[in-house]
């Protein structure tokens, strides 16, 4: 007597099947790996990128932390870069950070620009920083860093910071600011 199990019977479906299983398993997991390498891939992207971002902000801070980079005495558009910077864009070329604050690595542009004449008044300001407002205005500046890391493998960033300088006002030349 022959038994119901032979392999005489079977034909080849559980082969078939497995087989076909085995493939949706490799199509799945090539699937799943090629998704991870690409978030993997963005979020290196975006650790470059804020790792530019604050290479420019920290340019920022070196520029704020000389008074001397925002003199009101100049006319509006005048633009003040610093030594490094090509020859014919700039009007003037004494700009100059707090070397602590400028990055290691990569190239970096700024610039000071004069963006309105100090005719505005102090906008309201908190109690501990306020100060009698009829005898000041505001000069109005612009602050602009282009950061680029790229050569080292870092990321690039550009950035314009307003920035208000409180001048005071000329009780002498009736109420004019520079």
Known sequence: MRSPFSGANEG?????????????LGIIATT????????????GNDETRIAAMQQALAAVDGVLALPSNLSANVPVGHRNCTARAR???CDEYTLSPDPAALPAAGELELAVVRVAPAEAP???????????????RVAKFEVQV????????GGR???????????PVSLQSGGVSP
């Open 87 to 89: 020859a014919g864009q």
């Open 122 to 136: 102090v906008p309201v300001m908190p109690e501990d920083v306020a100060s009698s407002a009829i005898h000041y």
């Open 146 to 153: 282009a950061y680029d890391g790229s050569a080292q493998g």
């Open 157 to 167: 960033a550009v950035l314009a910071q307003g920035v208000l300088v409180r001048v």
């Open 12 to 24: 080849g479906a559980v082969l078939l099947v497995s087989l076909l299983v085995l493939l949706l």
């Open 32 to 43: 799943v790996a090629g998704t991870s390498q690409l978030q993997l891939h963005m979020a």
